[in-house]
Each structure stands twice: as structure tokens, then as C-alpha cells.
């Protein structure tokens, strides 16, 4: 049988992949021994100074890492406790709402104004039950959406002037300045009401109380996202170190980022809160409208017993669904 090229050229592929694989057998410890002398030598040849700080370097980034997820965790610790912050008091409302009045004086001109709406209503509609759910409605609710709507606006406020503070804080420890003294900059020339609450947080740490426990109460007088995250990124770095500089620049970008994506996304739902405040004051338009129109018609409405149930139910209808509306159409961010 004739061997043809194809049987040749296989039979010499598989003889020199035999022969190979019997010289690396041989020869494979002395390979390794010239691979581990050549690593050898090579680290040799890098200086002891080097390694060691590269090996130091490496230490060190793990513990800082570690000390700052050990401060977030504490400060995570400290959030989670029973402090209401989001919800708070009314006394601390008052506060925060920029109200020079203590919890007496808004108990007596809460009930003025609950006597003052009873009386009127009373002389209007000769019901005495009328005109007290009336009066404990005003003098219970008006105050307190007064100031729930002042602080509000105050926090909004603050919000808004709050990037431009910690760039100053930015631009001063660039420049060598101490965080104290880029704090009492801001206590002393910016606006109302970041200056206020920046002066009660140089005071406070003028007192002894430290940088990282001032500004976690700056959170508690301004509970809002943008005092927490300021908040983190002091204590954080109190405990972990880092450049202070560079993070509160990256801070000061996130909320400049979050404040254009709420002004976009409460722009593409002004159309749906449009339509929930037509809604919501489409029935007293019209009841207003009657009454100019036909005076005498809703009279039983205000005058009979049947009419003050029907009054109360829809009241409370249009309650509910004021609230659904304002919860579909809230979008927290």
C-alpha cells in the first residue's frame, strides 16, 4: 500500500508534536527555575523604598475605605434613630418657617382666629354646630398651613442658595483658608437663609461642639436631602480624611444636577396639576356662581339639617379627593 502525502505530512505533525511533548517534560523544571530567576531579579532591581510604599499605599487605601463605610454606617446608625427630622414638632416648625413666635403666642392666635371664623359664621348661618366645626377648621388648619407653607418656601429658598455657599467653602480651602473661617464667610455675606442657619453653626462650634455634630443639627433645623448629603460628607471626612475640596465640588454638582431635573420634571407636570386644581375648584365656582345667579336656591344647603349632612359628606368627598389628586400629581425627588 502506497503511502500518499496527506499520511506523510500527519505522521510528521504528530512525531515533532511527540518529540515536543517529551523535551517539555524533560526540560520543564529547569524553565520554571529560570522563570522564578528572572521575577527575582526583577523585583530585586526595583528598590526596597518603592515597594514598600506601594505596599503602604495599598494598606492605607483599605483602611481609609474602611473608616469611611464605618462612618457612613454610624452616620446611617445615627439617622435611624427616633429623631423625627422629616416630621418634626410644631415648635420646630415654627423655627424652621423663620417665625419670631413661641408655641403660646401661635396657641392664642390660633384660637382668636377659630373664635373670630365661628362668630362669622354663626351670624351668617344662625347654626351653632356650623359655625363650631366651622371655627375648629379655621382656627385648627389655617395657622398650621400658614406655617407649613412658609416653611416650605423658606426651605425652598435655602435649597436654592445652598450650591452657590458650598462653592464658597470649595474656592476657600483651595485657597488655604480653614473650613471655620470658609463657614463664618458664609455666616457673614451671603443671603437670608443660608446666612441665618450658617451663623447658628459658627456659634455652635465657637461653643465647643464639633464640626461633624454642627453640621448634623444644620440637618435637623434644614431637614432637606442637600443638608443631609452636606452633613455625610463632613462627618465622613472628619473620620476618613480625604480631599474635603474635591468632594464638596462633587456635592455641589449633584445638587445642581438634582435641582434641573426637579425644575424639569415639575415643568412636564404642570399640565396634570393644572388640571387637579380646575378640578378641585370647579364645584365652589359653580356654587358660587348659583348663588349670584339664584340666591334663594342653595339656601337649604346652609339652613336645614338634610342640607348640613349633604354639606359634610361632599366636603368630605372633596377631601379625599383633593388628596388622591395632590398624591398622584406629587412626584418627590
Request: charged residues 20%.
Amino acid at each position: 500500500m502506497t503511502a500518499t502525502p496527506l499520511t506523510i505530512a500527519i505522521a510528521v505533525a504528530l512525531a515533532a508534536l511527540a518529540v515536543g511533548t517529551l523535551l517539555g517534560a524533560l526540560y520543564y523544571n529547569a524553565i520554571m527555575r529560570d522563570r522564578r530567576g528572572t521575577r527575582r531579579v526583577n523585583t530585586m532591581k526595583t528598590p526596597k523604598r518603592a515597594r514598600i510604599k506601594e505596599t503602604g499605599k495599598k494598606i492605607d487605601e483599605k483602611q481609609r475605605r474602611k473608616q469611611r463605610q464605618d462612618a457612613l454606617k454610624n452616620v446611617e446608625e445615627q439617622r435611624k434613630k427616633g429623631r423625627r427630622v422629616e416630621d418634626p414638632p410644631m415648635p420646630q416648625r415654627l423655627v424652621q418657617a423663620g417665625l419670631s413666635i413661641n408655641m403660646r403666642q401661635f396657641i392664642l392666635i390660633s384660637m382668636v382666629i377659630g373664635l373670630v371664623i365661628a362668630f362669622i359664621a354663626f351670624l351668617q348661618s344662625g347654626s351653632p354646630l356650623f359655625a363650631l366645626a366651622l371655627g375648629f377648621v379655621g382656627g385648627f388648619g389655617l395657622p398650621r398651613w400658614f406655617v407649613n407653607f412658609k416653611r416650605k418656601r423658606r426651605l425652598r429658598a435655602f435649597i436654592l442658595a445652598f450650591p452657590n455657599a458650598i462653592d464658597i467653602i470649595v474656592r476657600g480651602i483651595r485657597s488655604g483658608l480653614p473650613l471655620n473661617d470658609c463657614m463664618r464667610i458664609i455666616a457673614n455675606d451671603t443671603a437670608e437663609p443660608v446666612r441665618g442657619e450658617f451663623r447658628k453653626l459658627v456659634e455652635t462650634t465657637q461653643l465647643g461642639v464639633s464640626i461633624p455634630e454642627a453640621c448634623d443639627r444644620l440637618y435637623q433645623a434644614v431637614p432637606t436631602s442637600e443638608t443631609n448629603f452636606f452633613s455625610i460628607v463632613i462627618t465622613i471626612q472628619s473620620s476618613a480624611g480625604g480631599n474635603l475640596s474635591e468632594a464638596l465640588a462633587n456635592l455641589s454638582k449633584v445638587l445642581r444636577e438634582r435641582r434641573k431635573m426637579s425644575d424639569k420634571i415639575q415643568a412636564v407636570s404642570m399640565e396634570a396639576k393644572a388640571s387637579a386644581a380646575i378640578i378641585g375648584s370647579l364645584p365652589f365656582i359653580v356654587a358660587i356662581l348659583v348663588w349670584f345667579s339664584t340666591p334663594g336656591y342653595l339656601d337649604p344647603l346652609f339652613f336645614e339639617t338634610s342640607g348640613h349632612k349633604v354639606l359634610f359628606f361632599c366636603a368630605l368627598s372633596m377631601f379625599f379627593g383633593i388628596i388622591i389628586m395632590r398624591r398622584m400629581i406629587n412626584f418627590k425627588f
